[in-house]
Nanobody, 122 residues
C-alpha cells in the first residue's frame, strides 16, 4: 500500500556530512509525522529526529546542533542533513511515516523504510 524508499547513506570520515532522503509513495491521502530512527549493532532502535506536517521538529539530544530534519509535503519526502558526523553515529537509519490511506479510513498507519547504512570512520 505504501512504500518508503531511503537513499543517501554511505561511508564518511569523522567530521563529514551526509544527507539522507526518504520518499513515500502508494495509496497516500496524507502523511502526518515523519521521522528518522537508527539502530546500531547490539542496540535498540532509537529516534534520531521527527517532524510534523507543519514543520515542527524534534531531535535526540545526541544529534542536536549537528543534524537537521526537513520535509517536502508536495513530494511526500523527508530529509536528514547530518553534519559533523561521529563514529557513534554509525548505524542503519530507518525512515518512518504516519500515513492516512486514500481509502476513506480515517485511521493512520505506521510505515517503515528498508534502512540505509551510515558508517563513520574515525
Amino acid at each position: 500500500q505504501v512504500q518508503l524508499v531511503e537513499s543517501g547513506g554511505g561511508l564518511v570520515q569523522s567530521g563529514g556530512s551526509l544527507r539522507l532522503s526518504c520518499a513515500a509513495s502508494g495509496n497516500i491521502f496524507n502523511i502526518y509525522n515523519m521521522g528518522w530512527y537508527r539502530q546500531a549493532p547490539g542496540k535498540q532502535r532509537e529516534l534520531v529526529a521527527d517532524i510534523t506536517r507543519g514543520g515542527r521538529a524534534n531531535y535526540a539530544d545526541s544529534v542536536k546542533g549537528r543534524f537537521t530534519i526537513s520535509r517536502d509535503n508536495a513530494k511526500n519526502t523527508v530529509y536528514l542533513q547530518m553534519n559533523n558526523l561521529k563514529p557513534e553515529d554509525t548505524a542503519v537509519y530507518y525512515c518512518n511515516a504516519d500515513v492516512r490511506l486514500r481509502d476513506g479510513d480515517v485511521s493512520t498507519y505506521d510505515y517503515w523504510g528498508q534502512g540505509t547504512q551510515v558508517t563513520v570512520s574515525s
